[in-house]
């Protein structure tokens, strides 16, 4: 049961990296494959290997992580499959989002990957999602061949020595990113949009000279968007780093502090969702709801610690276990849902305490 389908690939940083092929359900898990949230953007993850440090990364990715056990590969070939299906239900129109819990750029054949999503008809927009800590003009020219639209730059300031505090890694040069940005938005068909996250008490005070780069720069024109830098909001997550911020802001204070900064640059902050393209489509089916008991058998061990991968008895979903005993690997056993949410499904064993 879909046993062969998850091969371990590599060692990296203590942690085991998973092949992930046919016939392994690409749908079910947050760390790899497709999310389908209902509208006319398909998330899609080709890899959760990441080799920045951020020090606010919301999903513990990179070398330093303390929680991730494992990481994971798609094959390109199967999750093109995947998307293919689920576009023919979704429809025209569709926005291909390349992102991760980790950077999308680290999958090793991140460009056949882009090639193959080119051929469905249903999709428009393809984007992905970066650091920007790997892009090069001549990546960029291949990605623009490949058929790739937009790139998202999460750049959180443009000075070099915050730039690697923010990114923990002392490698990453802001100054280079942004030279290759430079030229990727002037000798290519790419276009850039900044997506910094907000920082309290670290980075506040970077977002107008982000601001005042991207509008020198033109960002977002050649997507035709109301605005080239999307700003996002820090949040504090269970398994996430959290930086020792003086207080998390609430939205009405993000809110404001957006609006203060557009009519203090005359720069757009506040988009409606609609004016990025998004609309509601349809979403694929749902095999099962939080609180069905169902069998699933177990894979191999799991993203997170106290976590499995595992797939239901009919192959149709990946689903993540959470257990406080040890599973084996080809264990069948009685599981409740307790994540449904976007297709995205946890389980218990029964009659398992809480963890």
Known sequence: MCLGSVVEYSNIYGRKVYYINNPLPLVGHIAFGVIDRGSNVIQIRPTSLCFHNCIFCSVDAGPASKFRRAEYIVNEEWLYRWVKEISRIKGRGIEALIDGVGEPLAHPRIIKLIELLRKVEEIKTISIETHGGSLSLKLAERLENAGL??????????EKWKAKVLTGSLWYDVERVLDVVEKVVKQTSIDVILTPVLIPGFNENDIRAIIRWAAHHKLGEKSGLPTGVLIQKYEVHRFGRKPRVAKVWSWKKFYEFLR????????????????????????????FNTGDE???CVLKEGWLKGEYLAVDKGCSRTITIVSNRQLHIGERLRVKIIRDKDNIFMARPLQQKKR
């Open 294 to 296: 169902i069998v699933a």
């Open 260 to 287: 203060r900064v557009e009519k203090e640059e005359d720069y757009r902050l506040v988009i409606a969702p609609k004016e990025l393209g998004f609309r509601k489509a349809p979403e694929i089916e749902k095999p």
């Open 149 to 158: 639209n937009r790139i998202n730059l999460s750049i959180d300031t443009i």
